[in-house]
């Protein structure tokens, strides 16, 4: 009981804090940018995140701490709601080649980015193929970002067939943490950025996710549990290898 009144304030806080926001800005700047922010907000609703879970965080919204989704991105069509999934995949043509450009901010865990790398091009049966690129043209940009205590990296759903293009990776943060950690989140936000959800999305209290077909289910050992910032899984389960195949083969 006593958690329910908890979440029923902290959902009204989180009201009253986005309408002291609203209210701050300026009137009359209704435009095409915030249509379009607008598109995007409805997309996020319509797989399946509540309104109180998504932050405002200038050109983007923040989902869960650690996925991005761009105001400006494309919204794919046609939202599917039923290991988990957005149900919005990068293409057959384009997974076999996502295009990592290492922002110099991220050269110095160029190990640990080759070390993630390695595991999702080493599934057997799957088309995800991740290369290393040292300039345009590139599908995924990753960057060092102060993103505060508590989260240790973002990533981005694909949209329109695309990867996700962005993944953010708190550097300083993640910096005491062990080489298989590290490498960890750094693979953890790959799997957003080529649609995985957290698997265990119920158990964080998260919005209900797609099951993968075949591969639904929790799974203590899943790279793609979320809130394990350090401690998690540092390879993909088993089941992580058959959701990879299952969506991408
Ligand atoms: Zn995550």
Redesign the pocket.
Known sequence: MKKNMLCTIAVLLAVLFAACKKSADTPGTATIESTQAAKVHGYIIGLGFPAHTIVDNGNEYIV?G??IFPKNMEVPGGVKTEQYYTGSLVSATNVTNIRLYVDTSMTSMASEINSAIAQWNGISGCTIHWTVVTGAPFDVTITNYNLGSGVCGQ?TFPSSGNAGNLIRINKSYIAGNSFAQRARTIC??MG?NVSFR?TNWSAIGESTATDVPGVGGTDASSIMN?GQCGSGATVLSAKDIQAAVALYH
């Open positions: 869960e650690d996925i990533g953890h936000e957003h957290h979320g």
